[in-house]
């Protein structure tokens, strides 16, 4: 009897000590990971020295190159493995915006808040030209008809005037919990996801609307177009155009406005005054393929049988121009570097590769994640071939700079348990909400067309959607310190998490 009782106790003994063995690993991990992240977090001193210093990082560029060096000697400081560059897009062509200045000289002065759309081509020096209003392109044959003959040395105000707003709208919001346990409870998904094939093909039409417009515009020897998008009164959305290959038109001077000097300019045609505008504009195009690199680095994985397996985690690099790219995509490029930064720091070695892409050219038509995809899992077309079944996951950050509350299934009910239990370790910085929705517009796509389990991080929307997503806003004083620090140790223990475990995070069915 007492030996039976001695059995059993040495027996459940041995398996409470192996139980809390691999607890007590992962416990002291965690401890590590959070100690790391927030006591010497590097996150926000690089976010500033990458935002402001290398400023904008518009695909193509000389400043995305330049950035791209020094993110890449940070990842190499940090100790990261195989950091390299990845060419891609041989002709895609860079652009320069050196100078450039709109006016209202006429009935009297106002300085116009403007700034120009890329790729738009130097005006002839200092022009001036009346404004005639086109507000829809949408029949061209109309537009033709009506302007025909009429644009010569015009200034050309294009679109509606936007809706008047109140300044006091809220533009800063944090997901509340009910909004996360909507979204956690849902049973399917909602958006629909387009095949990549089908998706790139129809941006090779949506993103080229104005394309006659603006060859009309040119020919009838218009001066300059501006348009205004109102996300939010003030506020310059200077997104498009999509012109970034060798050989694209090359635009004529292209200016979006703020919303209120639109609204301002629109009125006085209604009220039968013609306001003059002065204006000039001054930039280059280089063609310079060395600019379109992706970056990669890593924490080599160790173990003999599941070293050859990756877990990915990628945001894109490249930003649009009129800010500085801090919340799209500055902030979440940093903290993939801050998490491995804290891995490699506690002296961590994981067992699969831990793999760090930085994706240029997002912004365009995901060209830079795309070519990494046809390099390394084949040719879109074609079945994914077999280095894509050795990734275990790919995690993608890309909506701003807030916390981090979950993540979008992209519709693999598969993966649920293992990431719940991933983000149960941590639910007093998380909530760690799953949802089944498959959420879109950004590089997990390419991902997820190699059937490799995608994931994007639901994330606090701050001000990203009301005013600096592709805003001039786009600077540091939107990214907020303790969020970006969060972030960074929430998603060093998710990485940890996932290339430690037995079995690579499961698969959906197509
Ligand atoms: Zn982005």
Not at 168 to 196: G, M, V, W
Not at 375 to 391: C, E
Not at 454 to 476: C, G, K, M, R
Request: include cysteine; glycine fraction near 6%; hydrophobic fraction near 35%.
């Amino acid at each position: 009897m007492k030996l039976r009782v001695l059995f059993f106790s040495i027996l459940f003994s041995v398996a409470l000590f192996t139980g809390n063995a691999q607890t007590s690993t992962q416990e002291a991990m965690l401890a590590k990971i959070r100690d790391e992240g927030f006591r010497n977090s590097k996150a926000m001193e690089m976010v500033s020295y990458l935002t402001d210093v290398y400023g904008q990082r518009l695909t193509g560029t000389r400043e995305y190159l330049a950035a791209a060096k020094w993110i890449s000697e940070e990842m190499k400081k940090t100790g990261l493995q195989n950091v390299h560059f990845e060419k891609y897009c041989n002709s895609c062509r860079g652009w320069q915006l050196e100078s450039f200045n709109v006016e209202m000289v006429a009935p009297n002065y106002m300085h116009i808040e403007a700034y120009p759309l890329v790729m738009s081509k130097s005006s002839n020096g200092i022009v001036t030209g009346e404004v005639v209003h086109i507000e829809s392109i949408s029949d061209m044959n109309s537009v033709r008809q009506t302007f025909g003959g009429k644009l010569k040395g015009k200034v050309i105000l294009y679109g509606k005037a936007p809706q008047k707003q109140s300044l006091d709208d809220k533009l800063s919001r944090r997901f509340s919990e009910d909004e996360l346990h909507e979204k956690e409870k849902q049973l399917t998904a909602k958006n629909k996801q387009t095949p990549l094939p089908e998706l790139l093909k129809s941006w090779e039409t949506d993103d080229f609307s104005d394309d006659e417009f603006l060859r009309f515009a040119e020919a009838e020897g218009a001066l300059a177009i501006l348009k205004t998008r109102a996300i939010h009164l003030g506020i310059l959305h200077p997104q498009g155009t999509y012109y970034y290959k060798n050989g694209d038109l090359m635009p004529l001077p292209y200016f979006t406005i703020m919303p209120e000097h639109f609204g301002r300019l629109a009125r006085m045609l209604q009220l039968n005054v013609t306001p003059k505008i002065r204006l000039n504009l001054e930039t280059s195009f280089y063609h310079e393929p060395e600019n379109n690199v992706n970056i990669l680095g890593e924490l080599t994985g160790t173990d003999p049988k599941l070293k050859s397996e990756t877990v990915l985690v990628g945001a894109h690099f490249d930003s649009w121009h009129s800010g500085t790219g801090a919340t799209d995509n500055g902030a979440n490029s940093v903290i993939l570097i801050e998490a491995l930064r804290i891995l490699k720091e506690i002296g961590f070695t994981p067992k699969r590769t831990i793999r760090i892409g930085l994706w240029e050219g997002e912004e365009q038509a995901f060209i830079g994640s795309v070519d990494y995809g046809k390099a390394h899992f084949g040719a879109l077309d074609k079945k994914p071939n077999k280095a894509s079944t050795k990734v275990s996951a790919y995690l993608n950050l890309d909506n701003g700079s807030g916390a981090i509350r979950g993540l979008y299934l992209q519709n693999n009910e598969y993966a649920r348990p293992a990431l719940k239990k991933i983000f149960n370790s941590v639910s007093d910085l998380t909530e760690g909400t799953l949802t089944i929705e498959n959420t879109l517009s950004t590089d997990h796509e390419t991902f997820d067309h190699y059937n490799i389990p995608s994931f994007q991080f639901i994330q606090d929307p701050l001000e990203y959607n009301t005013a600096t997503h592709h805003t001039q806003l786009d600077v540091l004083e939107y990214v907020r310190e303790d969020d970006i620090m969060k972030n960074a140790v929430i998603l060093a223990w998710t990485l940890y998490s996932i290339s430690e475990l037995d079995q690579k995070i499961p698969r959906k069915t197509k």
